[in-house]
């Protein structure tokens, strides 16, 4: 398998909801629910850097194009991380986050491995994670 990751995609209860939660409070791009002429085939791409695309999509069609039963979400099965060039812009990408109705789990801190960042849930309680490696700084990957 070659590293061809292209779409990622979440399972969310509201697509309205959640639209409105990463377009108008995070300000990330999208051409907004489309595919609603579909039983089962309305989604959300939202456009992020390096051609990479983060799908919403009703988990109950998820659950429907996969074949696997609805289940519990559960918020520790994966987390997104968000990397940002300084302390002072994880602060403004989670107070910005919080602004649009995010739930703050872990408030912005240093951390033990020299870095700073915080935790976030979206309204489907998805775990972002904002921060700042100052490694991945000198290394130029930030």
């Known amino acids: ?11 969310v209860d ?6 409105r939660f990463y377009r108008d409070g995070l300000g990330l791009k999208t ?9 089962y085939g309305a989604v959300v791409f939202i456009e ?15 659950s429907l194009d996969s074949t696997l ?6 918020a520790t099965e994966l987390s997104i ?4 060039t300084s302390k002072k812009e994880v602060d403004a990408v989670m107070e910005q986050a919080c602004k649009a109705g995010a739930v703050i789990v872990k408030a912005a801190h240093d951390t033990f491995w020299g870095g700073y ?6 309204p489907d309680q998805h775990l972002w994670e904002v921060v700042w490696n100052p490694q991945w700084l000198a290394g130029g990957q930030a």
């Open 48 to 62: 992020l850097e390096g051609g990479l695309k983060l799908a919403l999509y009703p988990r109950k069609s998820l």
């Open 1 to 11: 398998m070659k590293p061809r990751i292209t779409v990622l995609t979440l399972g």
């Open 14 to 19: 509201d697509l309205e909801r959640s639209l």
């Open 69 to 74: 039963p609805l289940g519990q979400p559960s």
């Open 31 to 39: 051409e907004g629910i489309i595919g609603t002429e579909f039983e």
């Open 117 to 122: 960042g915080g935790y976030f849930q979206d």
């Open 81 to 84: 991380g968000h990397n940002v």
